[in-house]
């Protein structure tokens, strides 16, 4: 393998990023919870930015239906842990980047383990884990972790971030009456028009629904979610914050605030 030196790689970089922002940059170590429709993508974003440490958990392999949308999916990664086959493409793009998997995904024994000594947290837990999402948001709290994402629904994406000061995600969530309509309510001020009454009666909390999604969302949600992760963390301006929701309908020119 060539070997190119960290500044010859991101040597476009600069320009965009001050050299010492891109230093910076370099010294990013972030953990991403998930490496699904939205994970992969911004794990990939990161890397070729230049960030120095990524830690990657998700207990899920690749499925065939993964293939349509998801960064790492192809027909020879199926079956493949998606933490073990994207750390596999992120080395691609920095072999010297440091790279760590958790192929368990996130629980209370590990959560402490995965976040230490990270700067900020990529929240793409799948949208019906919602025991796992709590954990990871409670601890993050009690750390002080920026955490930073994005829920993609058909043709509507949504993106917002969690100031460990601010409003916690569970303030915002009946958890007497709990289910998972409650939830969307909270990360969708307007929902896909395949969001019938009929199908949204049919979700449950850890059944096997899935909801319907193609090529372009995931990629696009992974690279406005990485320019929130620049505007706050290298740039220090303000983005949008929890319980404001930035919303974008992908079938129409409109993007909107909740």
């Known amino acids: 393998m060539t ?26 170590k972030v953990a991403i919870a998930g490496a699904g429709g939205l994970g992969g993508p911004v794990a990939y974003n990161i890397a070729r930015l230049g960030v120095g440490s ?9 499925e065939v239906s993964n293939i349509n949308r ?6 020879d990664t199926v079956g493949e842990f998606k933490t073990d086959a994207i750390s596999n493409e992120l080395k691609r793009i920095n072999p010297e980047l440091d790279v760590k998997t958790w ?17 900020l947290v990529i929240d793409g837990i799948d949208f019906f884990e919602v025991e796992v999402e709590l954990l990871l948001h409670k601890k993050c709290r009690d750390k002080g972790l920026w955490i930073f994402t994005s829920q993609a629904a058909a043709e509507i994406l949504t993106f917002t971030s969690f100031d460990p000061k601010g409003t916690a995600l569970v303030e915002k969530l009946d958890m007497e009456n709990f289910n998972i309509r409650n939830l969307i309510s ?15 009666s049919e979700l449950k909390t ?13 990629p696009f949600g ?3 979610l990485t320019e929130q ?24 020119p409109e993007i909107g605030y909740s």
């Open 206 to 218: 850890g059944s096997d629904v899935h909801i319907s999604s193609h090529a372009t969302p995931p």
């Open 229 to 252: 992760v620049i505007t706050k963390v290298i740039f220090n301006k303000s983005v949008t914050v929890f319980p404001e929701i930035m919303f974008i309908d992908l079938s129409v």
């Open 70 to 75: 998801q960064f790492g999916a192809y027909v």
């Open 103 to 119: 192929n368990n995904g996130i629980n209370a024994e590990n959560i402490d383990e995965f976040l230490e000594g990270v700067d």
């Open 186 to 200: 909270v990360f969708f001020p307007k929902l896909p028009k395949i969001a019938t009454e009929e199908a949204l």
């Open 54 to 62: 990524i830690k990657i958990a998700d207990p899920d392999k690749f």
């Open 3 to 28: 070997n190119y030196t960290y500044d010859e790689l991101f040597q476009r970089n600069i320009g965009v990023f001050t050299q010492e922002q891109q230093d910076k940059i370099r010294n990013l």
């Open 222 to 224: 992974g690279a406005l």
